[in-house]
């Protein structure tokens, strides 16, 4: 049985209704009047108005000039690992054709999309692994034109973003934010060509952005704020695990952030050691308001409940620091992404081990997992009849549509098996 040692600070939330309807007005005054809007909303919310939203091939020479050498190797790094892991990926899915019957081949073949655009996001912190994140396993597939944009960060170009974004292999770099980024990209304006999908993630205003655009153009998913859930026994180092939670509760006010433990004792410890923690923290204004609200701690009575619990939460992310961390790692089923033993933290996922940081939330985890290269690929099937497979597959097709009641559809059949002299089949409803 499950005890709450530190419950949620369960508070009444705004519908979100304020949020659909800013994000619809913008949406439809950038349809309705492109370039101009979009320069219109970019000075509202960033006070960012250049010549030219692209930046151009010696604006991005220049831009990687100014970026340290220890950044382009942290990039560069970064970059590589996602390369490699997507890599894999991509090899791993095939192509093929079968024979199902004389004469009658079916195949499965991936195509790239043709254009993906980026949702790079700043606000409190420019988040420059998301550049290398949802560019570069677009690059991987095979998508000739990779957008991306990017919001101002404190008035200025975020170099180390910039430069991740085009080393990633961008072929269009814009450094423009927020809604008007996004929409901008889906439905193209007059200095920018729409595309076929969006991904990455951003705060509320852009989440409800790909919401209200998906159908018009193609997203990853609907995020909304980062999740983590830990899975500890009492062999676990309070001071590892507090750590984790505390780096979680970073990200914002309105992370998640829960600890399943076996013990109160074990439990008592880590919150203390998170409260500690966050007194010392740089940061830690964010992560205490994020702690207070939305921190939760429980305990239960096995590791086999404990994963029952992780399954009902679908954490975007879910950390397990246990003696039975092979069992869990073979019967959980609900997460964005598993980080397995004490030295793997979620912060190697969020910068660069390999892996993707663009993960599901709220519980959405249950259907689909995070951002990957097949995300790039659309999965296509085709077939060939000639007129000898026809014989084995028409007369059932032909009486399903008699069945259905679509003669349109049975005509089209029957005229082919007329054609190569077989009998027509006759559907007799009873």
Known sequence: ?????????????????????????????????????????????????????????????????????????????AQESVRRFAQKQYEMIKDFEVELFPGVALGQKTVPLNSSGSYVPGGSYP???????????????????????????????????????????????????????VVAMALGTETIKPVDMIVGPGNKFVAEAKRQLYGEVGIDQIAGPSEALVIADDSADPEIVASDLVAQAEHGVESE???????????????????????????????????????????????????????????????????????????????????????????????GIGTNHILPTRKAGRYTGGLWVGKFLKTLTYQKSTAEGLKYVA?????????????????SIDKRLVKCNYPVPNYEKK
């Open 257 to 351: 952030v829960v600890l399943i433990c076996l013990s109160e004792d074990f439990a008592n410890k880590v919150i203390r050691e998170v409260e500690k923690q966050i007194s010392e923290l740089p940061t830690g204004e964010i992560a205490k308001i994020c702690w207070d609200n939305n921190g939760e701690v429980i305990v239960v009575d096995s590791i086999e409940e404990a994963a029952e619990l992780s399954d009902f939460y679908a954490s975007e992310h879910v950390e397990i620091q246990t003696q039975q961390d092979e069992w869990l790692l073979e019967n959980l089923t609900n997460y964005g992404s598993l980080f397995v033993g004490e030295y793997s933290t979620v912060a190697l996922g969020d910068k």
């Open 127 to 181: 988040i420059v692994a998301s550049a290398n994140m949802s560019i570069t396993p677009a690059v991987v597939a095979g998508v000739k034109r990779v957008v991306s944009v990017t919001p101002p960060f404190k008035g200025e170009v975020p170099k180390n973003t910039i430069y991740a974004m085009a080393s990633a292999g961008a072929t269009e770099v814009y450094c423009l934010g927020g809604v008007q980024g």
């Open 1 to 77: 049985m499950k005890r709450y040692i530190k419950e949620k600070n369960v508070q009444v939330k705004k519908t979100g209704a304020e949020v659909q309807e800013t994000v619809a007005k913008i949406i439809e005054d950038i349809r309705q009047n492109g370039d101009l809007a979009v320069r219109k909303y970019s000075k509202q919310f960033d006070n960012w108005s250049p010549e030219s939203f692209l930046m151009s091939k010696e604006e991005l020479e220049k831009v990687s000039k100014t970026v340290s050498d220890i950044d382009k190797q942290t990039i560069n790094f």
């Open 395 to 411: 007369p059932y097709c032909s009486l399903s549509c008699a069945m259905e009641g679509m003669m349109g559809h049975k005509a």
